[in-house]
Nanobody, 118 residues
Framework: QIKLVESGGGLAQAGDSLRLSCLAS???????MAWFRQTPGRDRESIAT????????YSDDSIKDRFTISRDNAKHSVYLQMNNLKPEDTAVYYC????????????WGQGTPVTVSA
């Protein structure tokens, strides 16, 4: 069993930057990792994924232009650098490991909230 713990969320103003971190309790180097986010009343959505070798993919151009996912396998960590934050980025952000096969995430963190004010 691998535990994922997110950190780095908090309050920000529009235009600010935040860096989210996800620390795994064990090796995740062979898993595709992802950042999801969820707002009240909406499904959790994947916004960024990173392959074991570091290849990144993003949900849409708005995310791609402002956010960067990265990983440090030696530190069992995944990061999400978020720049030029917007109020619509307000959500709870979750880290997940694709441990059950393509598109299936078996390990999840508890989430870290991000609130962006105008």
């Amino acid at each position: 069993q691998i535990k994922l713990v997110e950190s780095g969320g908090g309050l920000a103003q529009a235009g600010d930057s935040l860096r989210l971190s996800c620390l795994a309790s064990g090796r995740v180097r062979y898993y595709t990792m992802a950042w999801f986010r969820q707002t009240p009343g909406r499904d959790r959505e994947s916004i960024a994924t990173i392959s074991p070798s570091g290849g990144a993919d993003y949900s849409d151009d708005s995310i791609k232009d402002r956010f960067t996912i990265s990983r440090d396998n030696a530190k069992h960590s995944v990061y999400l650098q978020m720049n030029n934050l917007k109020p619509e980025d307000t959500a709870v952000y979750y880290c997940a490991a694709q441990s059950l096969g393509p598109g299936k995430f078996g390990y999840w963190g508890q989430g870290t909230p991000v609130t962006v004010s105008a």
